[in-house]
């Protein structure tokens, strides 16, 4: 269950935090995981991990034997991107997620989950980000510079896991769309970045299948460690943010996940792709991955998030590479964060979907938001951040050199 979430209830090194202690208490529940019987904090977006240290929340409401998760953020941001590619835009943004989950007396767990997006209400061209690129506007062309929109739809899931043992269970995960077992959590969902409104330019490496529309995942969990495989629809969505796609699960996935200690989660993963781009369906891709995350508490509100994660995909029958690192401190009512990344890029010059030349980009933001408790489980959050740009000197003339970004924004998280 992903932690962008409203009570913030919390389990440290030691133990389960006593609010959510008091949550499962009062539910007749034990806050352990949908898919193993491990701290329920440790589980992310789709099957990923995170370190079990991490924040969890949520509305909680038990009715009958089912227990219902609720929370929201809507970000209304204006974006201002320098330069003869940059462009001025404001947009909303954010995500609505619910879930219901039922435990049985043997241990085994079924859980159904949905998140909805604002997005697609932003346009087809979805927001400015100079360096950015994949998936297309209009099915013709490609959207560059821009960061495309989520689909309104993010997640509708089923998963059921059956218990093996107090340190072993089996599950399985499907989902329309849904996300497969490959890459660290979607960004979204990584307290190390999740408070800023801005996309990385290295989503296409690492995290863009967090949203598939078809995927079936199956998973072992042996204690600290997971393996787990996945069949899913290796094409993108299409420019159509609203509909519901099908079509066959053709592309493969396998993760491996392993939290060594509470604060640490490591994930490995590789996946084949058939067809993945709309403007080039004859092409298949692979992608490797490996990301590190660590989470730590201090003083009673404290905690500190960092994580640095790589990505590997082939392209025209190249390697292209990408690194992302991002660390994120959370002081009570501010919470500060920053990410610097690095890629190696084809298509900021391509053209009707056929790649250009590889270049070597990257990109360094730094922002801040402080909340305020404006009524019971709703808080009221003023933020922005600022963005440096690097491009190569064969660039520098469509960029006019190393151009600036900004970001400020509004948020309401229903808590």
Do not use: C
Request: aromatic letters at 10%; hydrophobic letters at 40%.
């Amino acid at each position: 269950m992903d932690h962008q979430v409203t009570e913030r209830q919390t389990i440290d090194p030691d133990a389960i935090d006593h609010r959510a202690m008091d949550h499962a208490a009062a539910a007749g529940h034990v806050m352990t995981g949908a898919f193993g019987a491990y701290p329920i904090a440790r589980e992310a977006s789709g099957t990923a991990w995170q370190p079990d240290t991490s924040i969890h929340g949520g509305i909680h409401r038990q009715s009958g034997q089912w227990m219902l998760m609720g929370h929201g953020t809507l970000n209304l941001v204006y974006d201002s991107q320098q330069g003869p590619r940059g462009d001025d835009k404001a947009f909303v943004a954010g995500m609505v997620m619910g879930s219901a989950r039922r435990d049985f007396g043997n241990g085994d767990t079924l859980q159904f989950r949905a998140m909805l997006s604002p997005d697609p209400f932003m346009g087809k061209r979805g927001y400015p980000l100079l360096l950015a690129a994949g998936e297309t506007a209009d099915g013709l062309n490609p959207l560059i510079d821009r960061q495309h929109p989520h689909d309104l739809f993010m997640e509708l899931s089923a998963s059921y896991s059956m218990r093996l043992s107090d340190k072993a269970s089996l599950f399985v995960y499907a989902g329309l769309p849904g996300e497969p077992a490959f890459g660290p959590p979607a960004f979204m969902h990584r307290m190390s970045i999740m408070d800023s409104p801005e996309a990385p330019i290295t989503h296409h490496w690492l995290d863009s299948t967090h949203i598939t529309f078809g995927v079936v995942t199956a998973g072992l969990v042996l204690d600290r460690f997971k393996i787990e495989a996945s069949r899913f629809n290796g094409r993108e969505p299409d420019e159509d943010r609203y509909d519901i796609e099908t079509g066959s699960l053709d592309s493969t996935a396998v993760r491996v996940s392993f939290n060594p200690t509470d604060a640490l989660s490591f994930q490995a993963s590789w996946a084949r792709l058939k067809s993945p781009e709309q403007l080039e369906p004859d092409e298949k891709q692979r992608r490797w991955s490996a990301s590190g995350i660590y989470m730590r508490r201090f003083g009673e509100q404290g905690w500190w998030s960092t994580t640095l994660a790589w990505g590997r995909r082939s392209s025209d029958h190249e390697w292209l590479d990408a690194v992302a690192l991002e660390s994120a401190v959370g002081l009570g009512d501010w919470t500060l964060f920053g990410r610097a990344e690095y890629a190696e890029n084809n298509e900021l010059l391509s053209v009707g979907g056929h790649h250009g030349p590889i270049f070597k980009v990257g990109k360094a933001s730094l922002g801040a938001v402080r909340d305020f408790q404006v009524a019971d489980k709703v808080k009221f959050g003023v933020g922005g951040l600022v963005t440096a740009n690097f491009v190569p000197a064969a660039l520098e003339a469509l960029y006019d050199g190393d151009p600036k970004g900004a970001m400020g924004f509004v948020r309401l998280k229903i808590e």
